[in-house]
């Protein structure tokens, strides 16, 4: 049985309300920081980057409920925090060529051009099986080590790591078909 967020089993007679609480509590603590820092790297704007945080867990709070923990909580939350900004950046993009004037085209910044690869690397990586989503997403978006990883997913280092190799092979191999 899987465990809830803040690592005791859930009872499911207990009021959803409390649970939810308890759980969010856990959440913020535990990931506020590094949801700042992940808002920021796609924003390069520590106000944003504050304000899409302060977003995100109001929206985590709303949708805590249908965390199905088939992964671990902090893949979801940067899940639900990566989508927020992507769609905040859209918008924002959207509004500013609302304002320009007829024949005036923005140049695409290297930023724009990073999150397009982002955006493009996201779709190659619904064609991978979850655990090796969540294997790439632990040890690149989240930055964990392999031995923390092989802790959180109860498997030895060498094995991490060669699921680790695989796994960026097969998405190599992935761009390699998408580019012919």
Known sequence: MHKSLNG???NRKREQSAWAKDDFE????????????????????SEDAQDFTQEIFI????????????????????????????????I??????QG???GVELVEEPAVSDELQL????????????EEVTL????????????????????????????LKRTRDKLNRLINQRML
């Open 119 to 130: 955006q493009a690397l996201e779709r190659l990586m619904e064609n991978l099986p979850v």
């Open 100 to 102: 320009l004037p007829e």
């Open 26 to 45: 856990t959440l913020y603590t535990q990931y506020a920081d590094q949801v700042y820092r992940k808002c920021l790297s796609m924003t390069k704007d």
């Open 136 to 163: 790439l997403r632990l040890k690149y978006e989240q930055g964990l080590s392999v031995s923390q990883i092989g802790r959180q997913l109860n498997l030895n280092e060498s094995a991490i790591k060669m699921r």
């Open 92 to 97: 924002s993009k959207r509004m500013n060529l």
């Open 59 to 90: 929206k985590v709070f709303s949708k805590l409920d249908t965390f199905k923990q088939q992964s671990a909580p902090s893949t979801w939350l940067y899940s639900i925090a990566h989508n927020y900004c992507l769609d905040q950046i859209r």
């Open 8 to 10: 005791q089993k859930p």
